[in-house]
């Protein structure tokens, strides 16, 4: 209870963001696995030589596995000092997420831009790490 304690009052809504994020990254990981079946992809390989389609739904998958370990160390440390503002910041990275798969699946990456507006969420909670940063430096 020690640790409960500790963490701001808010911090619920924190952990339903990172539920919401395990959701995200379920779903984009169960479209790759029917898309192996349906384009006949076999493990160990990541990409297909004959199907675009395929292809862009594993980028899908992949590209949100590059970039999640950040962010979840940028929505931590945010939602330690800011926590219902990190929780809104991570919602919206997390649906753009979704947005951003669901326009690669259509075979066009261009369409994957359709997940843009996540640069609100993740650059948010990278600028609010800083200003902690800087706060607890004493610069701020």
Not at 35 to 40: D, L, T
Not at 99 to 110: H, L, Q
């Amino acid at each position: 209870m020690a640790v409960l304690a500790a963490l701001p009052s808010d911090f619920g809504y924190v952990i339903f963001t990172y539920l919401y994020s395990w959701i995200m990254m379920a779903y984009l990981a169960v479209k790759v696995g029917a898309a192996r079946k349906k384009y006949g992809v076999k493990y160990p390989a990541m990409y297909s030589d004959k199907d675009q389609v395929f292809n862009c739904i594993q980028r899908a998958h992949q590209n949100t596995l590059e970039v999640y370990p950040q962010w979840l160390v940028f929505q931590t440390i945010a939602a330690l000092v800011y926590p219902l503002t990190a929780s809104v910041l991570g919602a919206i990275w997390v649906t753009s997420r979704f947005s951003y798969a669901w326009g690669y699946y259509t075979g066009d990456p261009e369409k994957r831009m359709k997940g843009a507006y996540g640069y609100i969420g993740y650059l948010g909670v990278i600028v609010l790490s800083i200003y902690i940063a800087l706060q607890q430096l004493g610069i701020l």
